[in-house]
């Protein structure tokens, strides 16, 4: 058990539709990250945000959007689903901004019909 | 462009064997380098860690993992696999530029068969 909690663990929904995934750090942690994992792209970096503050960008849609709030925990929103948006949604975490060493959630299953 | 290569997507080997998994990457300079484990429908596992230093790294499991410059490789290795070992490995790099984000390879599939 890594410390890292992400609800819910799956979800099945319609294309078109808006989620919600939840992530909590663990205990202390500043960083945040979220990562797709997909057949088709494998694990993708999405975002990170530090202490509040998105700090960088990867691979993420512009029907994806995310935040983190003062109690630490962030929420990634994800709107007008699509069939290929289906993947396991990672959270991970690290105690500051320049630690390199990242530890992962369990991942929420999407599952878009 | 920053590239974590897996070159085996997967690879099967016989539980007690001793067992290689590649891993390549392509920085401009040298990464942080990680190896994950993921068994089906989990998470990842942190394997192991390379920062600097020592270029042989152990890690839980029994694992272990070279750190070659010259090769520009990180590669998994355990002298005797376990059929508790079957998984996927995932082989990640990153660098403290512009946030901390880690490029993942592919992945390589291990079977272990008894």
């Known amino acids: 058990d890594s410390g890292v909690t992400q609800t819910p663990k799956h979800l099945i929904t319609a294309t078109g539709q808006r989620v919600t995934l939840r992530c909590s750090p663990r205990?202390?942690?500043?960083?945040v990250y979220w990562y797709q994992q997909s057949l088709d792209q494998g694990l993708q970096f999405l975002i990170q945000?530090?202490?509040?503050?998105?700090?960088a960008k990867g691979n993420i849609l512009e029907r994806f959007s995310a935040q983190q709030f003062p109690d630490l925990h962030s929420e990634l929103n994800l709107s007008s689903l699509e069939l290929g948006d289906s993947a396991l949604y990672f959270c991970?975490?690290?105690?500051?901004?320049?630690?390199?060493?990242?530890?992962f959630g369990p991942g929420t299953r999407l599952t878009v019909t | 462009a920053q590239s974590v290569t897996q070159p085996d997507i997967h690879i099967t080997v016989s539980e007690g064997a001793s067992l290689e998994l590649r891993c390549n990457y392509s920085?401009?300079?040298?990464?942080?380098l990680f190896w994950y484990v993921q068994s089906p429908g989990q998470g990842l596992q942190l394997l192991l860690k390379?920062?600097?230093?020592?270029?042989l790294v152990q890690g839980i499991k029994g694992f272990e993992a070279e750190f070659k410059r010259s090769q520009s490789s990180f590669n998994l290795r355990k002298p005797s696999v376990h059929w508790s070992d079957a998984a996927e490995y995932f082989c990640?790099?990153?660098?403290?530029?512009?946030?901390?984000?880690?490029?993942f390879g592919a992945g390589t599939i291990l079977r272990v068969k008894s």
């Open positions: 990640a790099a990153g660098v403290m530029e512009y946030g901390n984000k880690l490029v």
């Open positions: 991970a975490s690290s105690p500051d901004y320049w630690d390199p060493e990242q530890y």
């Open positions: 945000y530090y202490n509040g503050e998105e700090r």
């Open positions: 205990s202390g942690d500043l960083s």
């Open positions: 920085y401009g300079a040298t990464p942080y």
């Open positions: 390379y920062f600097s230093g020592d270029t």
